[in-house]
Nanobody, 127 residues
Framework: QLQVVESGGGLVQPGGSLTLSCQSI????????VAWFRQAPGKEREGVSC??????????NYADSVKGRFTISRDNAKKLVYLRMNSLRPEDTAVYYC??????????????????WGQGTQVTVSS
């Protein structure tokens, strides 16, 4: 069974940091574009960031709302994709989803490009 699994969510104070991890089961993330999406209560799901497949250069893209604060990266040895989130704000509170798919360059705005989705991990930013 092909799937992705997120981890690393939790409760953090405003201004704090968290790192989310995404791993794949049954396939290698190296060959896929990987994106992070989030959904806050009562809001639509939105794309946050993406990283292209290694064979397509591994370029990254970010939503304006997280640019300069979030960093997406790959650990090629561990076959993981990370989302490092700094300077967190209460409005970053959401369930964060990892997704693997296609697209070069990757797009965090086209969720239809992503075939494999995780179950999500909760990130809560609150004092």
């Amino acid at each position: 069974q092909l799937q992705v699994v997120e981890s690393g969510g939790g409760l953090v104070q405003p201004g704090g940091s968290l790192t989310l991890s995404c791993q794949s089961i049954g396939f290698s993330l190296d060959y896929y574009a990987v994106a992070w999406f989030r959904q806050a209560p009562g809001k639509e799901r939105e794309g946050v960031s993406c990283i292209s497949a290694i064979s397509n250069g591994g370029g990254t893209n970010y939503a304006d709302s997280v640019k300069g604060r979030f960093t997406i990266s790959r650990d090629n040895a561990k076959k993981l994709v990370y989302l490092r989130m700094n300077s967190l704000r209460p409005e970053d509170t959401a369930v964060y989803y990892c997704a693997a798919g296609f697209g070069s360059p990757c797009s965090y705005q086209q969720d239809a490009n992503y075939a494999y989705w995780g179950q999500g991990t909760q990130v809560t930013v609150s004092s």
